[in-house]
Protein backbone atom coordinates (compact mmCIF):
# COMPACT_ATOMS: atom_id res chain seq x y z
CA UNK A 1 0.00 0.00 0.00
CA UNK A 2 2.97 2.49 0.96
CA UNK A 3 4.78 1.35 -2.15
CA UNK A 4 1.66 2.53 -3.96
CA UNK A 5 1.28 5.94 -2.17
CA UNK A 6 4.59 6.71 -2.74
CA UNK A 7 4.53 5.38 -6.60
CA UNK A 8 1.71 7.52 -7.34
CA UNK A 9 3.61 10.59 -5.52
CA UNK A 10 6.35 10.54 -7.31
CA UNK A 11 4.70 10.70 -10.65
CA UNK A 12 2.72 13.87 -9.52
CA UNK A 13 6.17 15.37 -8.69
CA UNK A 14 7.36 14.36 -11.98
CA UNK A 15 4.44 15.77 -13.77
CA UNK A 16 4.43 18.75 -12.13
CA UNK A 17 8.23 19.27 -12.73
CA UNK A 18 7.68 18.13 -16.78
CA UNK A 19 4.38 20.12 -17.58
CA UNK A 20 6.67 23.30 -18.64
CA UNK A 21 8.66 21.40 -21.19
CA UNK A 22 5.65 20.04 -22.60
CA UNK A 23 3.99 23.92 -23.16
CA UNK A 24 4.48 25.60 -26.14
CA UNK A 25 7.10 28.38 -25.93
CA UNK A 26 5.88 30.46 -28.88
CA UNK A 27 3.86 33.50 -27.52
CA UNK A 28 0.56 33.58 -28.86
CA UNK A 29 0.46 35.14 -32.14
CA UNK A 30 -0.63 38.94 -31.93
CA UNK A 31 -4.24 39.88 -33.67
CA UNK A 32 -2.33 42.93 -35.43
CA UNK A 33 -0.73 42.11 -38.56
CA UNK A 34 3.14 43.45 -38.03
CA UNK A 35 4.85 44.52 -40.65
CA UNK A 36 7.66 42.01 -41.67
CA UNK A 37 10.22 44.81 -42.75
CA UNK A 38 9.90 46.62 -39.39
CA UNK A 39 9.61 43.20 -37.76
CA UNK A 40 13.36 42.92 -38.74
CA UNK A 41 14.53 46.19 -38.48
CA UNK A 42 13.32 45.91 -34.91
CA UNK A 43 15.46 42.34 -34.42
CA UNK A 44 18.16 44.11 -35.72
CA UNK A 45 18.22 47.34 -33.38
CA UNK A 46 17.87 44.90 -30.69
CA UNK A 47 20.99 42.93 -31.45
CA UNK A 48 22.91 46.03 -31.85
CA UNK A 49 21.98 47.06 -28.59
CA UNK A 50 22.91 43.36 -27.33
CA UNK A 51 26.28 44.18 -29.22
CA UNK A 52 26.75 47.42 -27.17
CA UNK A 53 26.41 45.72 -23.91
CA UNK A 54 28.59 42.89 -25.02
CA UNK A 55 31.36 44.99 -25.92
CA UNK A 56 30.86 46.97 -22.42
CA UNK A 57 30.99 43.71 -20.93
CA UNK A 58 34.26 42.44 -22.10
CA UNK A 59 35.53 46.03 -21.58
CA UNK A 60 34.98 45.41 -17.69
CA UNK A 61 36.03 41.89 -17.91
CA UNK A 62 39.25 43.02 -19.82
CA UNK A 63 39.03 41.36 -23.23
CA UNK A 64 38.98 44.94 -24.69
CA UNK A 65 41.05 47.67 -24.24
CA UNK A 66 39.22 51.17 -23.99
CA UNK A 67 40.66 51.95 -27.29
CA UNK A 68 38.85 48.93 -28.90
CA UNK A 69 35.75 49.26 -26.81
CA UNK A 70 35.67 53.05 -28.12
CA UNK A 71 35.90 52.40 -31.58
CA UNK A 72 33.82 49.09 -31.39
CA UNK A 73 30.61 50.98 -29.64
CA UNK A 74 31.13 54.17 -32.29
CA UNK A 75 30.31 52.14 -35.08
CA UNK A 76 27.41 49.78 -33.52
CA UNK A 77 26.14 53.54 -32.17
CA UNK A 78 26.23 54.76 -35.63
CA UNK A 79 24.74 51.09 -36.98
CA UNK A 80 22.19 51.84 -34.43
CA UNK A 81 21.23 55.50 -35.29
CA UNK A 82 20.79 54.42 -38.98
CA UNK A 83 18.24 51.50 -38.03
CA UNK A 84 16.79 54.36 -35.87
CA UNK A 85 16.18 56.13 -38.53
CA UNK A 86 15.07 53.43 -40.84
CA UNK A 87 12.10 52.37 -38.34
CA UNK A 88 11.29 56.22 -38.10
CA UNK A 89 10.40 55.96 -42.32
CA UNK A 90 9.20 52.51 -42.19
CA UNK A 91 6.87 53.90 -39.40
CA UNK A 92 5.63 57.27 -41.11
CA UNK A 93 5.16 55.39 -44.55
CA UNK A 94 2.78 52.88 -42.81
CA UNK A 95 1.02 55.61 -40.96
CA UNK A 96 -1.68 56.48 -43.08
CA UNK A 97 -4.87 59.19 -43.12
CA UNK A 98 -7.42 56.46 -42.20
CA UNK A 99 -5.19 55.30 -39.54
CA UNK A 100 -5.31 58.52 -38.18
CA UNK A 101 -9.10 59.31 -38.86
CA UNK A 102 -9.97 56.06 -37.05
CA UNK A 103 -7.69 57.06 -33.69
CA UNK A 104 -9.39 60.91 -33.90
CA UNK A 105 -13.29 58.85 -33.99
CA UNK A 106 -11.83 56.16 -30.85
CA UNK A 107 -11.06 59.30 -29.39
CA UNK A 108 -14.18 61.63 -30.37
CA UNK A 109 -16.60 58.01 -28.61
CA UNK A 110 -14.53 57.72 -25.72
CA UNK A 111 -15.15 61.71 -25.20
CA UNK A 112 -18.64 61.25 -25.82
CA UNK A 113 -18.54 58.54 -23.35
CA UNK A 114 -16.81 59.69 -20.16
CA UNK A 115 -17.74 63.70 -20.62
CA UNK A 116 -15.38 66.31 -18.68
CA UNK A 117 -16.73 67.52 -15.29
CA UNK A 118 -18.67 70.59 -15.83
CA UNK A 119 -16.93 73.31 -14.25
CA UNK A 120 -17.47 75.08 -10.91
CA UNK A 121 -19.85 77.87 -10.06
CA UNK A 122 -18.04 81.20 -9.22
CA UNK A 123 -19.98 81.39 -5.82
CA UNK A 124 -18.16 77.36 -4.98
CA UNK A 125 -15.17 78.81 -6.66
CA UNK A 126 -14.91 81.95 -3.67
CA UNK A 127 -16.11 79.81 -0.79
CA UNK A 128 -13.79 77.17 -1.44
CA UNK A 129 -10.77 79.55 -1.81
CA UNK A 130 -12.07 81.26 1.38
CA UNK A 131 -11.79 78.33 3.13
CA UNK A 132 -8.42 77.36 2.15
CA UNK A 133 -7.39 80.53 3.35
CA UNK A 134 -8.35 80.31 6.65
CA UNK A 135 -6.99 76.95 6.86
CA UNK A 136 -3.74 77.94 5.72
CA UNK A 137 -0.85 78.97 8.08
CA UNK A 138 -0.75 82.75 8.34
CA UNK A 139 2.68 83.96 8.80
CA UNK A 140 4.04 88.11 10.30
CA UNK A 141 4.82 90.03 6.93
CA UNK A 142 7.52 91.84 9.50
CA UNK A 143 9.21 88.74 11.24
CA UNK A 144 8.16 85.53 9.73
CA UNK A 145 6.63 84.39 12.60
CA UNK A 146 3.78 82.46 12.78
CA UNK A 147 0.15 83.79 13.72
CA UNK A 148 -2.99 82.28 14.35
CA UNK A 149 -6.04 83.11 12.18
CA UNK A 150 -7.71 85.53 14.78
CA UNK A 151 -4.50 87.55 15.82
CA UNK A 152 -4.46 90.99 14.75
CA UNK A 153 -0.56 91.68 16.20
CA UNK A 154 2.23 89.45 15.75
CA UNK A 155 3.13 87.68 18.93
CA UNK A 156 6.86 87.64 18.42
CA UNK A 157 7.31 91.26 17.12
CA UNK A 158 4.49 93.33 17.97
CA UNK A 159 3.78 94.40 14.30
CA UNK A 160 -0.06 95.09 13.11
CA UNK A 161 -1.16 92.38 10.92
CA UNK A 162 -3.66 92.46 8.10
Known sequence: MWLLIAFLLLLAATAVILIPFFRSSQPAAPDVEVDPKLLALYNRRDQLYQAIREAK????????????YERQVANLKRQAASVLRAIDKRQEALSTAEL????????????R???????????????????AAAAA???????????QPGDRFCPACGARLR
Open 100 to 111: DAEAEAMVQAER
Open 137 to 147: PRYCPQCGARV
Open 113 to 131: EHPLAPAPQPAVVTALAGV
Open 57 to 68: FDLDTGKLSPED
